[in-house]
């Protein structure tokens, strides 16, 4: 357990529906960051939100749209979504934002996401 | 960005010492070394992180090359537990923002043996 949970584990959905995934950090950490996995490939940095505000937006399609009402929730909203976007997402956390280069990151267990 | 290089993947016995390389020869002064393990159907996890000195924790040990341009994780007696992929990481220091941000690899994937 890391303290960063990660709801739902599996996905499956349709490229018409709408659905969010959800990340939730207790351990007092003032930012937090999306990643996404495709099979076979490095992690991608998608987001970054430092005291709820997006600092890092890395050219991600807009039908990913972040939200991060609070230091301690981040939700990633998903709409019309391609097959190609089929991966695992993980949610990740650390106390700043400052990409300090002794901070450590704390990940989920991530969403494995299945777009039909 | 400065790049790491490293063996896609390792075998090792249960119970043997495992070494795992990093190539970094693009390093900067300012770069910390970190890293990084994934499991099977999890996230990653922070394993271990050091700038110049040899490093030890209870996960492993992390051998920094006296010209920083390579690196090597050592776990002291590898367990099944220990089958995963290692991610070497640099880090910027001094900086904040983007340049700091954690950009993975391909890392090397550790099969452990029984």
């Known amino acids: 357990e890391t303290g960063v949970t990660q709801t739902p584990r599996h996905l499956v959905m349709g490229m018409t529906n709408k659905k969010s995934l959800k990340c939730e950090q207790h351990?007092?950490?003032?930012?937090m960051y999306w990643y996404k996995q495709s099979a076979k490939k490095p992690l991608e940095l998608m987001f970054v939100?430092?005291?709820?505000?997006?600092?890092e937006n890395n050219s991600v399609p807009s039908r990913f749209s972040p939200e991060c009402p609070n230091s301690s929730h981040l939700f990633l909203h998903l709409h019309t979504l391609q097959p190609e976007d089929s991966a695992l997402y993980l949610c990740?956390?650390?106390?700043?934002?400052?990409?300090?280069?002794?901070?450590?990151?704390?990940f989920g267990s991530g969403t494995q996401l299945s777009v039909l | 960005d400065a790049k790491t290089t490293q063996p896609n993947s390792m075998e090792s016995n249960e119970e043997e010492p495992v070494h795992l390389p990093c190539n970094h020869s693009?390093?900067?002064?300012?770069?910390?070394i970190h890293w990084y393990r994934q499991l099977p159907s999890q996230g990653p996890e922070y394993v271990i992180h050091?700038?110049?000195s040899n490093v030890n924790n209870r996960m492993a040990s992390l051998a920094i090359a006296e010209d920083r341009k390579s690196s090597t994780l050592i776990l002291h007696r590898a367990t099944l537990r220990d089958a995963a992929v290692y991610y070497c990481?640099?880090?910027?220091?001094?900086?904040?923002?983007?340049?700091?941000?954690?950009?993975f690899g391909k890392g090397t994937k550790l099969s452990v043996k029984p």
């Open positions: 990740a956390s650390s106390q700043t934002d400052r990409g300090l280069a002794n901070e450590k990151l704390f």
């Open positions: 351990l007092g950490h003032n930012a």
């Open positions: 939100y430092s005291l709820e505000e997006r600092v």
């Open positions: 693009t390093i900067s002064g300012t770069d910390y």
């Open positions: 050091g700038l110049t």
């Open positions: 990481i640099l880090r910027a220091g001094n900086y904040g923002g983007s340049q700091g941000n954690l950009i």
